[in-house]
């Protein structure tokens, strides 16, 4: 493998379940991820670090490899390891929940306590490990975003795991989603996240012929739904983060312009 190193613009990393995964586009659709590359073409690289099947316990586990750290798998523990001058973070974003907030029965359910408890220390250990002293704005941290689980069409999710992609049955509830949805809310605002409400945005309050139209499976978002989100973390950076938008007083185009050259 060449040790040959490329310059890294300033980075957006995001981080999440399989919705973060494919957030770059599934059977040829856009996907939040791909769109907010695309905003942020020239200016900062995105990169998923998203994990099919995650809950909150399974992200705390490899949270620390985003950092440039192994894990000894013999005692589950990180060890640093040199990884050369790091570009600037521009955001993180979180999206967890939506495999935590599985009905009992399913293997990846976390009871919302436990959810609490892993998504505090994940913003935590983020806040730690992205900590600058010469930063003069408010926050010395890097800015995390936070995701609520997308609403859920039960139903069609169902149909989905006993015939469309047999598997073992993983079930869900709308109910569940929003209440563990409500718990993001209430984090971000006690831990000072900015909060990207994907249940509210898709209409998880409505009707399940409503919602549906937004997700590919009953549970994983599909192009339009997906447009959706982008649109409201697009939003949510407006309102809470203008100095962070893809524009030339914020995240300015890396090089000069060829009008410019020639």
Same mark, same amino acid.
């Given at each position: 493998?060449? !040790?040959?190193?490329?310059?890294?613009?300033?980075? @957006?990393?995001?981080?999440?379940?399989?919705?973060?995964? &494919?957030?770059?586009? *599934?059977?040829?659709?856009?996907?939040?991820?791909?769109?907010?590359? !695309?905003?942020? =073409?020239?200016?900062?690289?995105?990169?998923?670090?998203?994990?099919?099947?995650?809950?909150?316990?399974? #992200?705390?586990?490899?949270?620390?490899?985003?950092?440039?750290?192994?894990?000894?798998? /013999?005692?589950?523990?990180?060890?640093?390891?040199?990884?050369?001058?790091?570009?600037? $973070?521009? &955001?993180?974003?979180?999206?967890?929940? #939506?495999?935590?907030? /599985?009905?009992? !029965?399913?293997?990846?359910?976390? =009871? @919302?306590?436990?959810?609490?408890?892993?998504?505090?220390?994940?913003?935590?250990?983020?806040?730690?490990?992205?900590?600058?002293?010469?930063?003069?704005?408010?926050?010395?941290?890097?800015?995390?975003?936070?995701?609520?689980?997308?609403?859920?069409?039960?139903?069609?999710?169902?149909?989905?795991?006993?015939?469309?992609?047999?598997?073992?049955?993983?079930?869900?509830?709308? *109910?569940?989603?929003?209440?563990?949805?409500?718990?993001?809310?209430?984090?971000?605002? *006690?831990?000072?996240?900015?909060?990207? +409400?994907?249940?509210?945005?898709?209409?998880?309050?409505?009707?399940?012929?409503?919602? /549906?139209?937004?997700? /590919?499976?009953? $549970?994983?978002?599909?192009?339009?739904?997906?447009?959706?989100?982008? +649109?409201?973390?697009?939003?949510?950076?407006?309102?809470?983060?203008?100095?962070?938008?893809?524009?030339?007083?914020?995240?300015?185009?890396?090089?000069?312009?060829? !009008? *410019?050259?020639?």
């Amino acid at each position: 493998m060449s !040790s040959s190193r490329i310059k890294i613009r300033p980075t @957006i990393i995001l981080f999440g379940d399989s919705i973060t995964e &494919f957030a770059f586009g *599934e059977a040829g659709q856009v996907g939040w991820g791909s769109l907010l590359s !695309s905003a942020y =073409s020239r200016r900062a690289d995105v990169l998923s670090r998203g994990f099919s099947g995650y809950n909150t316990r399974h #992200a705390l586990g490899v949270l620390p490899t985003i950092f440039g750290e192994e894990i000894d798998s /013999s005692n589950n523990t990180a060890n640093s390891r040199n990884m050369g001058a790091s570009p600037p $973070l521009l &955001f993180f974003t979180v999206f967890f929940g #939506a495999n935590d907030a /599985s009905l009992p !029965s399913a293997r990846q359910y976390l =009871s @919302i306590d436990e959810y609490d408890n892993n998504l505090r220390q994940i913003i935590s250990t983020i806040k730690r490990k992205t900590y600058d002293v010469t930063n003069e704005q408010k926050h010395n941290h890097v800015p995390i975003f936070l995701f609520t689980p997308p609403p859920v069409a039960s139903k069609a999710w169902d149909h989905y795991c006993t015939v469309i992609a047999p598997r073992p049955l993983s079930p869900r509830s709308n *109910e569940n989603a929003k209440e563990y949805g409500t718990k993001v809310k209430q984090i971000g605002n *006690e831990l000072n996240c900015s909060v990207v +409400d994907t249940f509210s945005l898709l209409g998880g309050q409505r009707a399940e012929d409503y919602y /549906s139209q937004f997700l /590919s499976d009953g $549970l994983h978002l599909n192009g339009q739904g997906n447009s959706i989100v982008f +649109d409201g973390l697009i939003n949510v950076i407006k309102e809470n983060h203008p100095e962070l938008l893809p524009n030339d007083n914020s995240v300015p185009l890396e090089g000069k312009l060829w !009008s *410019e050259l020639c």
